[in-house]
């Protein structure tokens, strides 16, 4: 018979008894809740209490005019525009981009998934400068735009640039992962089956992505709407025409006009409670269906 | 359909997956494609289909060049290792896709499409699950579904890459089975692509054994078991003893130091007895036996030191009662030679 080692008893008697072997003892467990609830507490209700009880500390009357306001009205409609058009562009691309490097090989394809991550990794501001001095009047295009009478820096299609800059890993960071995994075998199968390759894509690849694709679009419009940097370089900030929601309440801000800026403050924080409500009514329909891969997550800079 | 591969040669990169390799399938046979892994089989399989295309060489449909012609346009039927389905798509969506997509001028009517899939379903027997989703099917469920899609459009050959490899050994006996007896009711040509010998034997009209990017033999299970063509096909279709010897004025001795060929025995062509009985024989001591099973498999060491396995009945391993460490005589009943890779004699 073999010597044996007696084993160090480890008396986790809370972990036994919860039946779990990856449970912890009730002091560690309620800590940890504790730190949490914390940290939650001070650092995203509170801020979020702030703005509503901020914007309606002058009355609803205030808050309502604050919202009605010509300047205001303006830059809820260019926030809104910039995203109308970045969201969809980005779709397009996005999809693309995940379907050209989810299911083919090629090279140069790393350096392809490297450009994509740029925007996350560069300071929207230095986003923004790119297009100034892309565009802008001493910039490398700009004698020759100013020539043929294009405006693009402190004007719309300026903010426009810069928000699908900002928003462009999005949609293909999310899906990417998504197509990868599920491979190419369901579109050979649909090719083997006669489909044409619109069709493959419209009933075949779309449909396996539909959840991680409408993720992506979720976070790719909340970017989108609440984009200051990148947006604020190229803007000129010209009250009723280049200010976006979040340079519009910037002004108002230095303006000393708390519950006005508050007030607009507080539609853009509306807009992140309704993605994140639709973003978890996706996350548990993804769950719920099926045979579809659980949404994969993408990191955020600010 | 009658199918032709002519001069196939593929490469990956440095890899040659197909070497050069002639194939004729006559219509309405059930071919398989047998080899280990990255013997190129399911290369082949899939340049048929046009989901691969060859480097040079093409590929005939009852003479016909489809070379240039892409999957879709060749109507085959493409069943996959995984299934493949639609994994969106019920049962009856994933049947009906096929013929869903057809341009309006050749596609069906709903009412036709709808009679078409529960034909289908009646004869892959899964008439009751019309309307589950995959994940919601067994492998061996979702794998006749696959079959069924495959079929739905009435393709001109039918295709499997490894259709049963998934599944477990039971579901698998059964569903070979089955793909036989369909076989033999719809008469589609098909080819399947198979690492198992016992399947590809039980099932298929002729096997074509694949090695390296070559084809090594192709013939029927009967001879290329019992009429192996090379060492390859020998050692790949079932379980060989392997000696060094050389063939002298008609006959073969074995263990001779001064080698040159290579004497390839099944287990059951040996024969243990406690006395020579007058012919070929050498000794041997018994080291292990495994009497679980319908042969009785007895692993001996030969006087000059090599394993050597052997498989009985059981009356006859009774009536032995051999025993462990036991010294015996062997007597090869059949035995085959090869030499330098080629089969010089057969002899006993």
């Known amino acids: 018979m073999a010597t044996t080692f007696p084993l160090p008893s480890l008396g986790n ?67 809104l525009l910039a995203s109308a058009i970045a969201v969809p562009m980005n779709l397009i691309f996005g999809v693309s981009a995940a379907w050209a490097i989810g299911k083919f090989d090629f090279s140069g394809k790393n350096f392809l998934i490297t ?48 928000t699908i800059f900002v928003t462009f890993p999005f949609i293909a960071r999310e899906l990417i992962p998504l197509i990868q995994a599920q491979g190419s075998e369901e579109e050979e199968a649909a090719i083997t089956l006669g489909a044409s390759g619109w069709q493959t894509l419209f009933r075949v690849t779309l449909p396996n992505i539909k959840w991680g694709l409408l993720y992506g679009v979720i976070l790719c419009n909340a970017r989108a709407m609440g984009e200051f940097g990148a947006v604020s370089v190229v803007s000129g900030h010209i009250r009723g025409r280049t200010n976006t929601m979040p ?28 993605t994140l409500f639709v973003k978890s009514a996706v996350e548990w329909k993804a769950r719920q269906h099926v045979g579809e891969l659980e949404v994969v997550k993408v990191g955020e800079t600010v | 359909m009658s199918i032709q591969a002519v001069n196939i040669t593929k490469k990956f990169g440095h890899f040659v997956a197909l070497d050069n390799v002639d194939l004729e399938i006559p219509s309405g046979e059930l071919v398989a494609l047998l080899g280990p892994s990255g013997s190129g089989k399911t290369t082949l399989l899939r340049i048929i289909a046009g989901l691969e295309f060859a480097d040079s060489g093409n590929v005939r449909f009852d003479g016909n060049d489809i070379s240039d012609q892409t999957a879709r346009e060749r109507r085959v039927g493409f069943v996959f290792q995984h299934y493949a389905l639609f994994r969106h798509m019920t049962v009856f969506e994933n049947i009906a896709f096929g013929l869903k997509v057809r341009p309006r001028q050749y596609r069906p009517s709903k009412a036709q499409i709808r009679a078409k899939v529960n034909e289908l379903l009646k004869l892959i027997q899964l008439e009751t699950l019309a309307q589950r989703y995959p994940s919601q099917l067994s492998g061996g469920q979702r794998q006749r579904v696959a079959l069924a899609r495959a079929l739905a459009v009435e393709p001109s050959v039918l295709l499997l890459d490894e259709p049963f ?29 198979t690492h198992d010998q016992e399947e590809a034997l039980e099932v298929a009209d002729r096997v074509v054994v694949m090695n390296r990017g070559h084809i090594e033999q192709v013939g029927s299970p009967e001879e290329v078991y019992n009429h192996p063509a090379t060492p390859f096909v020998y050692n790949f279709l079932g379980n060989v003893n392997l000696f060094h010897g050389r063939v002298d004025g008609g006959k073969t001795y074995i263990h001779e130091t ?30 292990h036996i495994n009497s679980a099973g319908p042969l009785v498999k007895v692993e001996a060491i030969t006087e000059w030191g090599d394993p050597v396995h052997v498989e009985m009945a059981q009356d006859r391993f009774r009536k032995l009662q051999l025993i462990k460490n036991e010294n015996v005589f062997i007597i090869p009943k059949d035995l085959r030679v090869f030499e330098n890779q080629k089969k010089v004699a057969g002899g006993n």
């Open chain 1, 13 to 79: 008697a809370a972990a036994r008894r919860a039946g779990r072997a990856t449970s912890e003892r009730i002091l560690v467990r309620w800590s940890l809740i504790g730190i949490t609830v914390i940290f939650l507490g001070v650092f995203l209700f509170m801020p979020l209490a702030v703005v509503f009880s901020s914007a309606l500390a002058k009355g609803v009357s205030v808050y309502f005019a604050a919202l009605r306001e010509p300047d205001a009205l303006a830059a809820i409609r260019l926030t």
């Open chain 1, 247 to 274: 340079l519009h309440i910037e002004i108002l801000y230095n303006e000393y006009q708390f519950a006005p800026a508050f007030a607009v403050a507080s539609l853009l924080a509306l807009l992140a409670l309704l």
């Open chain 2, 258 to 287: 001064e080698t040159g060929h290579v004497v390839y025995v099944r287990p059951h062509s040996l024969e243990i007895d406690r006395l020579p009985n007058g012919g070929s024989h050498f000794r041997a001591r018994i080291k």
């Open chain 2, 165 to 193: 490899g998934a599944l477990d050994a039971k579901v698998r006996m059964e569903l070979r089975r089955w793909l036989r007896q369909l076989h033999d009711e719809i008469h589609v040509t098909s080819v399947f692509v």
């Open chain 1, 115 to 162: 450009l994509i991550d740029l925007p996350f990794s560069v300071s929207p501001v230095v986003s923004g400068l790119i297009f100034v001095l892309l565009f802008g009047l001493q910039g490398l295009m700009g004698p020759w735009m100013a020539a043929h009478n294009i405006k693009i820096i402190f004007a719309v299609p300026g903010i426009v640039l810069a």
